[in-house]
């Protein structure tokens, strides 16, 4: 199976609110697939399908430290946060190279369909929360270095553009 391009910010279509996905089928499989093999091959530990300009709500995600423990979710609800924050340092696969503390909550349950779609709920907290959090901010047309000072924003931005330019 072939990667998937990773949308490069600020190409404005990771500011697409994604859409959810109405059946879960051969279509979605394969999907999932390509960005589980897309993520891993980027060394990412989550991919929000708005990452590879497919605009449904569709994340895969692998926090493990063997990377053989992959989650996938689909049409992803968070149903509860903790009420306790905590900070952590972010990057992206859409913004590669860049990394800044963001606070979010520390757990989280979060219902979805899987692969087959089946209905499930898991708790997660740490890494795992974070990421589930970062991805789902992608399916609602968010990126994480929006969560950053204007002033840094620009700077960010303004280097990515540079980045494009030099590598065209």
């Not at 998937?4 to 051969?26: E, F, H, S």
């Not at 093999?37 to 991919?47: Q, S």
């Not at 590879?52 to 053989?68: G, K, P, Q």
């Not at 907290?125 to 399916?139: P, Q, S």
């Amino acid at each position: 199976m072939q990667n998937l391009t990773i949308l490069q910010y600020p190409d404005p279509r990771l500011y697409t609110v994604a859409k959810p996905v109405a059946v879960v089928d051969d279509r979605v499989r394969k999907l999932v697939a390509a960005m589980l093999e897309t993520m891993y091959a980027a060394n990412g530990v989550g991919l929000a399908a708005t990452q590879v300009d497919v605009h449904e709500r569709i994340i895969v995600l692998d926090t493990s430290e063997e990377r053989n423990a992959p989650v996938v979710l689909i049409n992803p609800q968070i149903v509860r946060q903790s009420a306790q924050d905590k900070e952590w340092e972010e990057g992206c696969l859409s913004v590669p190279g860049i990394y800044d503390k963001i606070t979010r909550p520390a757990e989280v349950r979060v219902r979805a369909l899987d692969a087959q779609g089946a209905v499930f709920e898991m708790d997660a907290d740490g890494l795992t929360a974070v990421c589930i959090l970062h991805e789902m901010d992608h399916l609602l047309g968010k990126v994480f270095v929006d969560y950053l000072s204007p002033l840094k924003r620009s700077r960010i931005k303004t280097k990515m553009l540079k980045r494009q330019r030099q590598a065209a």
